[in-house]
């Protein structure tokens, strides 16, 4: 009996191995990934989280082996697949390259062969369960409506490569388990967050991307001799501000989670694998949608000095708000959407969980404050 993970390194992959770890369970768990320190790096990403409480000797259960997803057969050998296959009752398919305005070439390499080869692994390993980390975002350009967890189309088109790539992955993983009468479980989050600070070291949400793209723009702007924290709060308290004109609909709303629910929802619904031969989707997503308002409102809270207009176009726009147009503007197309995401298959899988707080504004005000705090440090 043992666990192979992917992915043990990333923001939601480490949470969901320390929500493994947790378990009462002597099932040794091997991490796949890349890189001399992975071993040094998993346990840096799981060990400075403080919840769930880990029971004495879980990291005992870990094993490493070197591998990469866009090489065919991982670049195991023989030996290692044999190994990491042996007993195998779980594989978690969590790795996965999530650059959102990148090249196609790389997120089709990683994302769908890589996802092809963690299936052909998972053949050897006949009695093993595949738990693969989809998106909400498979629904690509579909703006409105509402989105069953069966639903997979490709007939709205996507906004990014990346949602196409994860949305072929998910094929490849029904058509695996409907050929192989194998079990499969697709989890599908939406654009996780937390507003619990993250060590700069360790990977961060992607909240941190966008905040990095306003503060980039901002520096070119801001006067070189002071900080930009500075600039910006003295701004603020003379009363002045930066009027910016973003495109995007200010009546758009999306979807974003809770990482620490995410990753306990995952490991509840992973109780709950289906039959052999059927593939179960779940919604891992925020009962409630947040809505790009509210999502403006508490960046205005981390940039006092900004007064930020959502509009349909920009007019002759300032060096700034090209700079802002040019870096954001996949970010801000999610803005059209007004989809919802149906969750019952999520609610029957993780039973009694409580469902996540509200992701308002007090609640974003934070995750981009503890963001803040942390990049300015
Ligand atoms: N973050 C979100 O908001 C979000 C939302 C919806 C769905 N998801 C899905 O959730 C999963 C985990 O995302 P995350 O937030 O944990 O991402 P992340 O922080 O970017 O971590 C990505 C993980 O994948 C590994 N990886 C990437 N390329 C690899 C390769 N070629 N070979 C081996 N390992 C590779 C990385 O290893 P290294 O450390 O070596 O780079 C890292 O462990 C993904 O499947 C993603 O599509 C994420």
Same mark, same amino acid.
């Given at each position: 009996?043992?666990?192979?993970?992917?992915?043990?390194?990333?923001?939601?992959?480490?949470?969901?191995?320390?929500? %493994?770890?947790?378990?009462?369970?002597?099932?040794?768990?091997?991490?796949?990934?890349?890189?001399? !320190?992975?071993?040094?790096?998993? $346990?840096?990403?799981?060990?400075?989280?403080?919840?769930? !409480?880990?029971?004495? #000797?879980?990291?005992?259960?870990?094993?490493?082996?070197?591998?990469?997803?866009?090489?065919?057969?991982?670049?195991l050998?023989?030996?290692?697949?044999?190994?990491?296959?042996?007993?195998?009752?779980q594989?978690?398919?969590?790795?996965?390259?999530?650059?959102?305005?990148?090249?196609?070439?790389?997120?089709?390499?990683?994302?769908?062969l #890589?996802?092809?080869?963690?299936?052909?692994?998972?053949?050897?390993?006949?009695?093993?369960?595949?738990?693969?980390?989809?998106t909400?975002?498979?629904?690509?350009?579909?703006?409105?409506?509402?989105?069953?967890?069966?639903?997979? +189309? $490709?007939?709205?088109?996507?906004?990014?490569?990346?949602?196409?790539?994860?949305?072929?992955? *998910?094929?490849?993983?029904?058509?695996?388990?409907?050929?192989?009468?194998?079990?499969?479980?697709? %989890?599908?989050?939406?654009?996780?967050?937390?507003?619990?600070?993250?060590?700069?070291?360790?990977?961060?949400?992607?909240?941190?991307?966008? %905040?990095?793209?306003?503060?980039s723009?901002?520096?070119?702007?801001?006067?070189?001799?002071?900080?930009?924290?500075?600039?910006?709060?003295?701004?603020?308290?003379?009363?002045?501000?930066?009027?910016?004109?973003?495109?995007?609909?200010?009546?758009?709303?999306?979807?974003?989670?809770?990482? *620490?629910?995410?990753?306990?929802?995952?490991?509840?619904?992973?109780?709950?694998?289906?039959?052999?031969?059927?593939?179960?989707?779940?919604?891992?997503?925020?009962?409630?949608?947040?809505?790009?308002?509210?999502?403006v !409102?508490?960046?205005?809270?981390?940039?006092?000095?900004?007064?930020?207009?959502?509009?349909?176009?920009?007019?002759?726009?300032?060096?700034?708000? +090209?700079?802002i147009?040019?870096?954001?503007?996949?970010?801000?197309?999610?803005?059209?959407?007004?989809?919802?995401?149906?969750?019952?298959?999520?609610?029957?899988?993780?039973?009694?969980?409580?469902d996540?707080?509200?992701?308002?504004?007090?609640?974003?005000?934070?995750?981009?404050?503890?963001?803040?705090?942390?990049?300015?440090?």
């Amino acid at each position: 009996m043992s666990i192979l993970f992917t992915g043990a390194t990333g923001f939601l992959g480490s949470r969901v191995l320390r929500q %493994l770890l947790s378990q009462d369970s002597d099932e040794p768990v091997t991490v796949l990934g890349r890189g001399e !320190r992975l071993r040094a790096r998993t $346990e840096a990403a799981v060990t400075w989280l403080d919840a769930p !409480r880990l029971p004495d #000797g879980a990291l005992g259960r870990l094993r490493f082996v070197s591998g990469d997803l866009t090489v065919p057969g991982l670049g195991l050998s023989n030996d290692d697949r044999t190994r990491v296959t042996d007993g195998l009752t779980q594989l978690w398919h969590c790795a996965a390259l999530l650059n959102q305005q990148g090249d196609p070439i790389p997120l089709h390499t990683s994302n769908v062969l #890589g996802t092809r080869h963690v299936l052909d692994l998972a053949d050897a390993a006949p009695d093993a369960a595949f738990l693969h980390i989809s998106t909400a975002y498979v629904a690509g350009g579909r703006r409105t409506g509402h989105v069953l967890e069966d639903d997979l +189309s $490709e007939a709205h088109g996507f906004q990014t490569s990346y949602e196409e790539s994860k949305y072929t992955a *998910e094929r490849l993983v029904h058509a695996w388990a409907h050929r192989g009468g194998r079990r499969a479980m697709i %989890l599908r989050p939406s654009l996780l967050v937390t507003d619990r600070p993250v060590p700069q070291h360790l990977p961060g949400q992607p909240l941190d991307v966008l %905040l990095r793209l306003i503060d980039s723009g901002l520096r070119t702007r801001v006067a070189r001799s002071r900080s930009l924290t500075r600039y910006l709060t003295a701004a603020g308290l003379r009363g002045e501000t930066l009027a910016l004109r973003v495109r995007a609909d200010s009546d758009g709303e999306g979807n974003a989670v809770q990482v *620490e629910y995410a990753a306990r929802a995952m490991v509840h619904a992973a109780a709950h694998i289906p039959a052999p031969g059927t593939v179960r989707t779940l919604h891992v997503t925020h009962p409630q949608n947040t809505s790009v308002g509210t999502l403006v !409102r508490a960046l205005g809270t981390r940039y006092p000095g900004i007064s930020v207009h959502l509009v349909p176009e920009v007019p002759n726009p300032t060096p700034l708000e +090209s700079l802002i147009a040019q870096q954001a503007d996949v970010l801000m197309g999610f803005s059209t959407q007004r989809r919802t995401y149906d969750r019952t298959g999520l609610l029957q899988a993780v039973g009694d969980l409580p469902d996540p707080e509200p992701i308002d504004h007090a609640y974003l005000a934070r995750a981009l404050g503890t963001a803040a705090a942390l990049q300015s440090a």
